[in-house]
Antibody
Framework: QVQLVESGGGVVQPGRSLRLSCAAS????????MHWVRQAPGKGLEWVAG????????YYADSVKGRFTISRDNSRDTVNLQMNSLRAEDTALYYC??????????????WGQGTLVIVS | EIVLTQSPATLSLSPGERATLSCRAS??????LAWYQHKPGQAPRLLIY???NRATGIPARFSGSGSGTDFTLTISSLEPDDFAVYYC??????????FGGGTKVEI
């Protein structure tokens, strides 16, 4: 059974940093691209960042470029999101999601349950 | 950036009725569009990808259509479990992936 479990969320002051992690199981982790998607309170979904299967490429939304860094450890089946210079507008539930296919499909399936980040 | 506009914002229907949700793109995305279902407290779920392909395990009452700039998600007969928020998402402008604002389907 494919499972994604996020951790690392919490309350952090503006300007500080936080590191999110996503532990994957039930599939060949190194065979898939991975993504982070967030949902601010009362808002819709926003793609944040993605990383290719072996970490050879990283992609970012303009809203986080230069502040957030996505990385992965294929030996531990984890993907991380290092968030620096946090702003109030980064407050959101952060979801980890897998690419639908082993190539970079741009479709997200499945998703984790999310971890909450509050910048205040 | 490709902007996706979903309508209506809220759809009030009863179980057994047909739901028709719209997603319009600010420029052509060909068939590079997906639909997701999101319920409170749960992970979003992929329903449709490439505009019309149902994801694994998705019931046949969910169908997607459209190409270019206009897309439709149809739920042929609403089940109680279908009341949720639905989002469209494009990948045409890879790697800049964007979602629509969502349509809430409520009883």
């Amino acid at each position: 059974q494919v499972q994604l479990v996020e951790s690392g969320g919490g309350v952090v002051q503006p300007g500080r940093s936080l590191r999110l992690s996503c532990a994957a199981s039930g599939f060949s982790f190194s065979g898939y691209g991975m993504h982070w998607v967030r949902q601010a309170p009362g808002k819709g979904l926003e793609w944040v960042a993605g990383i290719a299967r072996y970490g050879e490429s990283e992609y970012y939304a303009d809203s986080v470029k230069g502040r957030f860094t996505i990385s992965r450890d294929n030996s531990r089946d984890t993907v991380n999101l290092q968030m620096n210079s946090l702003r109030a507008e980064d407050t959101a539930l952060y979801y980890c999601a897998r690419d639908l296919w082993s190539s970079s499909s741009g479709w997200f399936d499945p998703w984790g349950q999310g971890t909450l980040v509050i910048v205040s | 950036e490709i902007v996706l506009t979903q309508s209506p914002a809220t759809l009030s229907l009863s179980p057994g009725e047909r739901a028709t949700l719209s997603c319009r793109a600010s420029q052509s995305v060909s068939t590079s569009l997906a639909w997701y279902q999101h319920k409170p407290g749960q992970a979003p779920r992929l329903l449709i990808y490439d505009a019309s392909n149902r994801a694994t395990g998705i019931p046949a009452r969910f169908s997607g259509s459209g190409s270019g700039t206009d897309f439709t998600l149809t739920i042929s007969s609403l089940e109680p479990d279908d009341f949720a928020v639905y989002y469209c998402q494009q990948r045409s402008n890879w790697p800049l992936l964007t979602f629509g604002g969502g349509t809430k389907v409520e009883i």
